[in-house]
């Protein structure tokens, strides 16, 4: 038998003791009775001769059970009864344990959700993302898709991978007899499904063989996910062969992706999974599978096994060269944004998110700051419980002399903070939940609860598990410690006497490092809040105030290009004809979405240049558009948006600058160049200024607003059936009112999308910062409120011990001020190396979050001093009560005590 | 912690009951109420165990591995459990005996009147 064969049997080992001894007195008896005696005698003969018998059965079990598991026992159950024992200071203990693992048990599981979870697929750590990397002329480096040309050279090139697979999100409209749906999709690559080792749940998922020009097999094949079918089929198997009508073509179902399958980027959760040859079909015009100069694409490949990460991504930089010579044309080869590029492979095993670019590092800074929350909350509860073990000294010399050693009166400590976290570990959790769903819901819908699944794991159990160990480490090492080194002769001296007990110099400590962790968290927390305010504050350009914005999906209507544009001027004109609409018109890209299109202009008479970089931001918008987003017409006139207005256009005051310096602007010609990756040609397009607008925000609130080129709605504008409403009104509700009726008159057959005010919008896009700024006020709030705990206790224990001193002082002549001041003295004494400590560990700080901080200086003195004062009042708030005792002792009572 | 001390190890030396037990079972199998029997004969009823105290001295045999139990069917037909010596409790049990023997020539020339000096 093993030795852990050993521990878990135990219930029958046991069974079989009380079966041994109950035979062996049966026997007993039995052979006395065969000597004579009758059968009650010969029972108690029997017994008296085997002794106590439950005494031996609990022996005989004992010498399984190992000596600590034993002391554990006897250290558990004392622990419980101390802790009953105060349960004040137990309840404290929880509940600032609770907070400080829940907070970083609740950012750990966004942590893990965002970065560390994997795809539910079979060796997951062997899936790479292969990425175009580009390095832009101006400094920039990012990462980007790619296109199914470079896909089919990749795959002629690489020898490193099993399999690779193109991957493109994609949504499809279905038309069900309530109407036609948009659902979240992805066209795939007919290998995706065996590259990624998917087994279907049910049906059977795409093959090579489906992913033909004009379909395969079942014409155009779909996967549905399990959602889908569950949700929206009753996970009938009959759906399995049906045909649906998806993005105006039928199309077989033939499959169900497994369950907890939601695609491979995050947040995506496809609903339909169509082979990448569907994608001319689905797109008609728009398509773009064999153009080679589009990075759309996502390529995942998995690794043959034994190849590194590394190896993969060397093979990938290496054979860049002769996948570009095979697939752009020569303008382009030598283009320099390709001459900078290059292939990267990723790790591409917990899938592709693109909140990771945009979460990661604030996560990151929030685990660190949860970080410092917990070392406050432990720092606080140790100062506490080093305060409660000088009061216990008695106890433990006690022990001492009955023979306890100093380990072991260590180690009952530890138990004892160990069961307080484990306690506030079971409410973290719950806690964690509550943090997790609340911050979800903060975030916009694009984002959070869809693209973020956060649930309960065994990793993030075993985080709390370990924050939870550390916590009663770092809080029991300290007052353990200290109970070690009580002496017992001294202690034990003083018998009888209140023993309160020194702090030590530890003890003292603890204040001040706990306020210099939390000035560092208050300077932290100021700077991001006055980072929202500030870019709140900051003039975008536009309305904020009853301005929404309203998608169109125009994509299914019968009217195409010129009969699109009279519909939306008829949608316009009909729409500032509602009650309460002010001015209404459309947009190609609404403001803060966080992306651009992107051109380079010249003025037409300008000499020509070789390359010119593509810094101004282009959007098409219709007529008042300027009146319905607020922005102002410096100079000039408005777009007539009346379909003969495509030589027109309109800039802001930085690109009229910048093309033209100080010359005159208006009726002058510009140039926009627009060089063609597919085709290497660069194509110009001139037309005539006839105004010039203010300066206005889009990409993002932090940026300066970029030049920009307002181009008129026309037949030839490139989104036209998906542009963006922008709608002014007296108030948002009659707004949206509005919207819904002219949309029903108009477009009555195209998907209803609900408005966003501009105000959410521009929520929306600071969400991150909002977020941090949010939670780290919270934060510091919290440590704020420990500290001041921490303070508070310090003085009151060192008022109750000094007593008898403030009597002597009181009657030598002190007076009742002089003990306060006295008192608040002794606080200051304790604030000022914290705040020293605080204000240097603030500045480092400071300096390095610098990136999210937006028109606030990282040094400013003003927002220091502010969190200093903040401190210091919290400190002496807290120090008043004793301070106030302290004043008010009888000096007699105190003397007579003594 | 000390092991729990059996009473019937009080006019005993630690270990000893253990000794027995092994050197009864390297003769033959046996279960409990058997050893108990066997000892208490071999002794010349000189050695009253009491009985219980050889459940937990049985105990640390099995958890050495120096013994092996089973339940089996007994001559008188009855369910009992019997103890094997393992091979390592041969070893184990000539280590000891040897090393019981040395004591007690070391306290036999100690208590000898005739080595006074």
Known sequence: ?898 | MTPPQAPGQRDLFPGALEMMVLQSLRRQPMHGYALVQHIRQRSNELLQVEEGSLYPALQRLLKDRLVKAEWEISATNRRVRTYRITAAGNRHLDREVSRFERMLEGIHLVLSPAEAE
């Open chain 1, 1 to 898: 038998m093993s030795r852990l064969s050993h521990f878990f049997p135990r219930r029958r080992m046991y069974d079989d003791l009380s079966e041994e001894i109950r035979q062996h007195l049966e026997e007993k008896v039995e052979s006395l009775i065969v000597d004579g005696l009758s059968r009650e005698d010969a029972g108690h003969q029997a017994r008296r001769e085997f002794g106590n018998a439950a005494l031996m059965e609990e022996r005989s079990r004992e010498v399984w059970l190992r000596p600590w598991i034993e002391s554990l026992r006897a250290d558990v159950r004392f622990a419980l009864r101390q802790i009953g024992k105060s349960p004040g200071f137990a309840l404290t203990a929880i509940l600032t344990l609770a907070l400080g693992i829940g907070a970083n048990t609740g950012i750990f599981t966004l942590v893990h959700a965002l970065l560390l979870e994997d795809l539910p697929v079979p060796e997951p750590g062997r899936l790479t993302q292969v990425d175009l990397h580009i390095n832009s002329p101006n400094g920039d480096a990012w990462d980007a898709p790619m296109n199914f040309t470079f896909l089919e050279s990749i795959r002629r090139h690489a020898t490193s991978f099993s399999g690779i697979f193109g991957w493109s999100a994609q949504d499809f409209a279905l038309e069900e007899s309530t109407g036609s749906h948009l659902f979240a999709g992805a066209f795939v690559t007919g290998n995706a499904f065996e590259t990624l080792g998917l087994h279907p749940a049910a049906g059977r998922m795409l093959a090579p063989a489906d992913d033909q020009p004009g379909g395969g097999p079942d014409g155009w094949a779909a996967v549905i996910s399990y959602r889908f079918w569950k949700q929206h089929d009753n996970a009938d198997l009959s759906v399995i062969g049906s045909h649906v009508n998806l993005a105006g073509h039928s199309v077989t179902i033939v499959g169900v992706a497994p369950e907890g399958f939601e695609g491979v980027i995050d947040g995506a959760r496809p609903d339909f999974y169509l082979p990448l040859s569907f994608e001319p079909a689905a797109r008609g015009a728009e398509s773009r599978l064999h153009l080679p100069g589009g990075l759309w694409l996502m390529l995942w490949g998995r690794r043959k096994p034994g190849v590194s990460l590394a190896a993969a991504s060397a093979e990938m930089h290496t054979i860049f060269h002769a996948v570009v010579d095979e697939t752009l044309p020569p303008q382009v080869r030598h283009s320099p944004v390709v001459e900078h590029a290059t292939f990267v492979a990723r790790p591409g095993g917990t899938g592709w998110n693109d909140m990771r670019v945009t979460y990661t590092r604030p996560l990151l800074l929030l685990q660190i700051l949860v970080g410092v929350v917990l070392l406050v909350c432990c720092i606080n509860l140790a100062g506490l419980s080093l305060a409660r073990t000088a009061s216990r000294q008695h106890e433990f010399a006690t022990r001492g002399a009955l023979g306890a050693g100093r380990l072991r009166l260590m180690q009952q400590l530890l138990v004892e903070s160990l069961l307080l976290a484990l306690c506030g570990g079971a409410f973290a959790i719950l806690l964690a939940w509550l943090i997790d769903r609340g911050l979800l819901q903060f975030l916009p819908d694009s984002q959070g609860a869809q693209t973020l699944s956060v649930h309960p794991e065994l990793s993030i159990l075993l985080f709390t598990g370990a924050c939870a160990v550390v916590c009663a480490l770092l809080c029991g090492i300290a007052p353990a410690w200290a109970a070690g080194r009580v002496s017992i002769e001294s202690v034990l001296r003083r018998s009888g006497q209140n023993t309160t007990g020194r702090i030590g110099f530890t003890g003292r400590s603890f204040v001040p490092l706990q306020a210099a962790l939390t000035l560092a968290l208050v300077v932290i927390a100021a700077m991001l809040a006055t980072t929202v305010t500030r870019l709140r504050a900051s003039h975008p350009g536009f309305h904020i105030e009853n301005a929404l914005l309203a998608g169109a999906h125009f994509d299914q209507l019968p009217q195409k290009d010129a009969d699109l544009a009279a519909l939306y001027r008829r949608m316009t004109a009909r729409l500032e004809q509602m009650p309460g609409m002010e001015d209404a018109s459309v947009v190609d890209r609404p403001p803060l979405i966080g992306f651009a299109h992107m051109g380079a202009f010249d003025a037409a008479d300008a000499p020509p240049e070789r390359y010119h970089t593509y810094k101004y931001q282009i959007n098409d918008v219709g007529a008042h558009f300027f009146a319905a987003f607020g922005t102002h017409i410096l100079a000039g006139r408005d777009f007539a948006n009346d379909g003969n207005d495509q030589k027109d256009c309109i800039l802001n005051r930085s690109a009229a600058a910048a093309i033209f310096g100080g010359r005159p602007v208006l009726g002058q010609t510009v140039r926009e160049f627009n060089g063609s990756m597919d085709t290497g040609k660069t194509a110009t397009r001139d037309c005539q200024v006839i105004g010039i607008v203010e300066d206005a925000k889009y990409v993002n609130l932090r940026d300066t607003p970029p030049p920009t080129v307002y181009y008129p709605i026309t037949a030839a504008t490139e989104n036209l059936d998906s542009l963006t409403f922008v709608l002014h009104a007296g108030t948002l509700s009659e707004g949206r009112n509005a919207w819904h009726r002219v949309l029903h008159e108009i477009a009555p057959s195209t998907p209803e999308a609900e408005p966003i005010a501009v105000s959410v919008q521009l929520d929306n896009s600071i969400v991150r910062e909002r977020l941090l700024s949010m939670l780290s006020a919270f934060f510091a709030a919290l440590t704020l409120l420990l500290s001041g705990i921490g303070i508070y206790g310090l003085m009151a224990s060192s008022v109750a011990r000094r007593t008898t001193e403030i009597g002597v002082r009181m009657a030598l002549g002190s007076t009742r001020a002089g003990i306060f001041i006295l008192m608040l003295r002794r606080v200051t004494a304790l604030l000022l190396p914290g705040i020293l400590l605080g204000g240097c560990l603030a500045w480092f700080a400071a300096r390095s979050i610098r990136s999210f901080l937006f028109d606030v200086n990282p040094g400013s003195p003003a927002l220091f001093a502010a969190a200093i004062v903040l401190l210091a009042l919290c400190g002496f708030s807290a120090a008043m009560l004793p301070a106030r005792r302290a004043a008010s002792v009888d000096p007699m009572q105190a003397l007579r005590a003594e």
